[in-house]
């Protein structure tokens, strides 16, 4: 009760703080992106977003999203599975692996990609025989864009099913249900909101990465541009409209996916509470 | 305990096919691309290392880096415990939308983020022009740098935090209180050391993250030689220039650091978690 009393005046305080730092930091940024991109007209803003490059640029884009996404959800999937529901040795090297990208610079994480993949790679022969180009081409993009977003996935599952248990996987085993079938019958229901929730993630910092696709795009116009590469290009060419207009279809993107978030964090606080020891 | 792990890895089908996508996978994104890192880097002579990374331009961009990260995560800190409190422990108007606004620097893209406070922050933006009368400039300093770098770094502290203010049990404080506590007190002795550990977790995560951010960093830092250059962007434009082992051996170092800031972390979060929950 006293403490109640208390922090009557601090409360405010409090929230003030909050408020005014929220408020300038983050909502300025978006509402400044949107006005700057509207500034010469809603024709300017759409003449910007149907440019040849700029429509090249969001489909490619949405194609490497796309591809990070399949290839992180397996992964993820496979992994949390693996690490949850076996015991076996090296456990806890496999984990930090998965964590590793996190504590990657973007930078670095385009650097060795194009050390694995570039011309002074023992690789590269077999590569160009082969006719395949990564680096400086849209696999470069696809990896990095992996790398970086790599643990996105897996980490949101893997304690959803460590807290669940394994029991009733193995009941379902004991009486003769295959591995799908246990998968898609117990453990996809219990893990699907954490799952959407990582995707979601991914698929956040996958459209957006710059640095690390950077470095391996090679920035060919209309071939290896993402968006923020374009964004970059536009803003370096004093092209403000340009720039701003690309960023607003991305600034929009980024706030569907904060509402989608809050709105899967709800879904799967509700239907884990249960499952959950704390 | 082993009878029973030994069972659980029978009964429960899938381990083969599973343990063998997460290796490939592990190997193919992670594991050859940092071996053809060391493999590299084996070809670099320790004097031709040593001479690229004391170089005074690269020498700087260490600085800059560590230093605008260290106070950007310094803020982080201080301004995100306060945000984590707010929202665990008050109920106002706005609550939710608030708590959904902060995970914005996850949401959006860090050149986006880069322009837009560039724009905001440059003498004459929306920001920058009120500073700019107290004859504080903001974008292309390091000033601006700190400022992208508190707005990337600022939802681990809170994610950190948050969580954990909301299990800690008013009983506690309330127990101070009727001891004779005053408000700073239960503030410092009761819920600091609870909290410490998260604290410092997300105070490391902030930084870590900082260190190596580059899109958002790029714009408004106006990347002077040794003024506003950071160590990403000096791997960058070695890149540029296709000095691949210059490159290389500016990013060991920043590895080193990363690798060297997680694990004294993971000592300092061992101890303290330690401490507090009584157990040695």
């Known amino acids: 009760m006293e403490i109640r009393r208390n922090s009557g005046p601090m409360k405010w305080v409090f929230i003030g703080i909050s408020a005014l730092f929220l408020t300038i930091m983050l909502i300025l940024p978006l509402i400044y992106v949107i006005t700057t991109a509207l500034q010469d007209g809603s024709a300017a803003f759409m003449k910007a977003v149907r440019d040849t490059y700029a429509v090249k640029a969001i489909l490619l884009t949405v194609k490497v999203t796309l591809i990070t996404l399949i290839f992180n959800t397996v992964f993820g999937v496979f992994a949390a599975w693996c690490i949850t529901r076996f015991q076996f040795k090296g456990k806890k090297i496999i984990s930090t692996l998965i964590d590793l990208p996190l504590t990657v610079s973007p930078v670095v994480a385009g650097l060795i990609f194009l050390l694995t993949f570039g011309r002074q790679s023992a690789l590269y022969p077999f590569l160009k025989s082969a006719g395949i180009q990564i680096v400086f081409a849209v696999p470069g993009i696809v990896l990095a864009t992996i790398f970086v977003t790599f643990p996105f996935v897996a980490r949101e599952i893997i304690p959803v099913l460590t807290a669940a248990g394994s029991d009733e996987e193995e009941a379902a085993a004991l009486m003769g249900a295959g591995g799908f079938r246990i998968f898609r019958e117990i453990t996809l229901p219990r893990i699907k909101w954490a799952l959407l929730y990582g995707i979601v993630l991914c698929a956040a910092r996958a459209m957006g990465e710059f640095g690390a696709v950077s470095v391996l795009s090679g920035h060919l116009r209309g071939k290896t541009n993402t968006m923020p590469l374009y964004i970059e290009l536009l803003y370096q060419g004093y092209d403000f409209t340009g720039a701003f207009a690309m960023s607003a279809i991305l600034v929009i993107m980024a706030v569907v996916i904060l509402i989608l978030r809050s709105v899967l964090k709800n879904k799967g606080k509700g239907s884990t509470e249960n499952g959950r020891p704390e | ?280």
């Open chain 2, 1 to 280: 305990m082993t009878a029973f792990m030994r069972k659980n890895k029978r009964v429960i089908p899938g381990f083969g096919l599973s343990f063998g996508v997460t290796v490939a996978a592990l190997g193919f994104i992670v594991l050859i691309p940092l071996c053809s890192l060391v493999v590299f880097s084996s070809g670099i002579s320790f004097k031709e290392f040593a001479a690229v990374v004391t170089s005074p331009r690269v020498r700087a961009s260490y600085l800059v880096s560590f230093e605008t990260s260290l106070i950007a995560a310094v803020i982080d800190a201080c301004l995100g415990l306060i945000l984590a409190w707010t929202l665990v422990r008050y109920d106002f108007p706005g609550k939710k939308i608030m708590n959904g606004v902060i995970e914005l620097p996850f949401a959006l893209p860090t050149a986006v983020a880069g322009i837009a406070l560039t724009h905001l922050t440059t003498t004459n933006g929306w920001v920058g022009s009120l500073f700019a009368k107290f004859g504080i400039e903001i974008a292309y300093t390091r000033i601006g740098i700190t400022t992208a770098l508190v707005f990337i770094g600022i939802p681990f502290v809170v994610r950190a935090t948050q969580p954990v203010l909301a299990k800690l049990d008013v009983q506690y404080e309330e127990a101070a209180r009727i001891l004779g506590a005053n408000g700073r007190q239960t503030m410092m002795d009761v819920i600091f050391p609870e909290i410490l550990p998260a604290l410092v977790g997300g105070f490391t995560l902030s930084f870590a993250r900082g260190l190596g951010e580059y899109g958002s960093v790029v714009f408004i830092a106006g990347n002077q030689p040794y003024k506003t250059e950071i160590a990403p962007l000096m791997i960058m434009s070695k890149l540029q220039e296709y000095d691949y082992a210059s490159a290389t051996s500016i990013a060991l170092v920043m590895l080193l650091v990363a690798f060297l800031i997680l694990f004294i972390n993971a000592v300092l979060q061992s101890r303290t978690s330690k401490i507090v929950s009584g157990i040695s």
